[in-house]
């Protein structure tokens, strides 16, 4: 009984040392931003030159398609 407590206190040691081990290395590796990296790629990319003009394309787009919209609604109210 009591080797069998200690084989299994023993697997839960080692266990919880390689959690451990797992949390300071995810740590680390977020400090020094390999986890990281990405969210610096992506703030770069939506601050470059194409991306902010593909949102002013985009959004005169839906100018236009409201605009449309809006016309279209105004003649059907003109003929009622």
Do not use: H, P
């Not at 986890?35 to 787009?61: H, L, P």
């Amino acid at each position: 009984m009591d080797k069998e407590k200690k084989d299994i206190g023993k697997w839960w040691i080692w266990v919880l040392f390689l959690i451990i081990i797992t949390v300071i290395s995810l740590f680390v590796l977020g400090y020094f931003g390999v986890i990281g990296r990405t969210i610096v790629e992506r703030k770069v990319f939506e601050n470059s030159f194409q991306y902010s003009e593909a949102r002013k394309i985009e959004i005169a787009t839906f100018e236009a398609q409201l605009v449309e919209i809006e016309r279209k609604l105004s003649s059907n109210l003109k003929e009622l």
